[in-house]
């Protein structure tokens, strides 16, 4: 019972989350906002982040180039790993231990994930945040401005509590703030 209380809470909360950003950025939710209430499908649908693909600048190679020096897929692929490994543990130690459906258990590590997910955003961020660095520090602060309005134009507008909670990747807002100490468009 606990466990369906639980996810009845948290397709509530989704759905003020989803309410609160569409009066933020005025923008409509489409399918995608639907699909973000239901669980276990708000676990894999991907969130759009760009209206259309940004020019490949000197700023954006530089700052890939950075991902790659600091070896951040490596890193951000052992985390997935690691998690990966607690979640079969905790899906047998359920099943095995405490006697649940395979389905319930699958259910109960939705719901356990949860500031998991909020834990690898906030590390994808950092990587995104020195990788901005990097590239900063290479190309200079006139281009990176210019790089941050180019992607704040391609990007769809979010705010920093649901991009928190749903991308992998920081608002170009937060991002220049970060980096310019200046905010360059969104929220």
Not at 76 to 92: E, G, Q, S
Request: hydrophobic residues 50%.
């Amino acid at each position: 019972m606990l466990l369906y209380i639980l996810l009845c809470l948290e397709i509530a909360l989704r759905v003020a989350i989803e309410v609160r950003e569409r009066r933020l950025t005025q923008l409509r939710g489409g399918v995608f906002a639907v699909l973000r209430l239901i669980p276990l499908v708000n676990d894999i649908v991907p969130l759009p982040e760009n209206r259309r693909e940004p020019q490949k600048t000197q700023f954006v190679e530089k700052h890939e180039e950075g991902h790659r020096v600091l070896r951040h897929s490596i890193l951000r692929n052992l985390m997935k790993v690691a998690f990966l490994m607690v979640a079969v543990w905790f899906l047998a130690a359920m099943v095995t231990r405490w006697n649940s459906s395979f389905f319930e258990a699958i259910l109960w590590l939705h719901l356990v994930a949860i500031p998991f997910r909020y834990f690898f955003n906030w590390y994808c961020w950092t990587q995104e945040f020195e990788a901005d660095a990097y590239a900063f520090k290479e190309v200079g602060k006139q281009k990176a401005k210019a790089a941050m309005q180019e992607l704040a134009e391609c990007e769809i507008p979010y705010t920093k509590f649901f991009a928190s909670i749903y991308r992998e990747h920081p608002t170009v807002a937060l991002r220049s703030q970060r980096m310019l100490k200046k905010v360059v468009g969104g929220r």
